[in-house]
Structure formats: C-alpha cells, structure tokens
C-alpha cells in the first residue's frame, strides 16, 4: 500500500505505508503534500498480482481528495475546525450513538467460481 499524489508524480513506490503488526493498519509518513495536494491510495494485491487505486475512505466523495490542514489557523477552514473542535464533547460524548464498521479484506478476493453454495 502507498500514497501516490501530484506531490510524488502519482509514483506508486515513492510513498509507500508499512502494516503495523497483523493489527490491519497501515501507516507511514509521506513528505511532499502541501494544502490542496492531490493524493490517492495505491493498494497492490501479492495474491492476484494486481494493484488498484482508491480514494480515501475516510472523506465523503469517492474522487481524489485534496490535502487539508490538521491544525487550526493554518488556512481559512480554523473556524469550521474551532467549531468542530467544540462541538466534539457533546457529539462524542459516552452516551452519544454510535456505528463500528468492519472489514475483512479477504473476503474481497474470494473467486465466485470457486465457492460452494453453503
């Protein structure tokens, strides 16, 4: 897995991310992005040999995505971010609902033909 983004020339083995332990996260630092980067996520199978691009799921639209700020005051968004920030103990609180999502990248491999019908 790697980020790959106008920022290393969309190279898929200049930023790549490290598994942390057998914990399914990946992770790693990437220099080079600036606010307003475009960037994607390379992920490449070693089972199929094949390798596919994905956006980031962790923002709203499928398409790329473009690097923002973390911190506040760093750019024109610090008031949305300030707002976000306070807003954080009463959405987040303990008795707030709640959703857990789960993954088995495994299950993405699975060949249809192969699989018995139990």
């Known amino acids: 897995m790697s980020v790959i983004g106008d920022f290393n020339g969309w190279d898929r083995s200049a930023s790549p991310l490290q598994p942390r332990e057998q914990s399914g996260i990946w992770e790693g630092f990437v220099s080079g992005p600036k606010h307003g ?30 690097v923002r700020p973390l911190s506040s005051g760093t750019s024109g968004t610090s008031g949305r971010t300030r707002a976000w920030m306070d807003g954080r103990s009463v959405e987040q609180r303990r008795t707030a609902p709640w959703s857990v999502y789960e993954m088995h990248i495994g299950s993405w491999m699975r060949v249809p033909e192969t699989t018995t019908g139990s």
């Open 37 to 66: 980067s475009l960037y994607k996520y390379y992920i490449h199978s070693r089972v199929t040999r094949a390798g596919v691009e994905k956006a980031d799921p962790s923002r709203r639209s499928p398409s790329l995505r473009r």
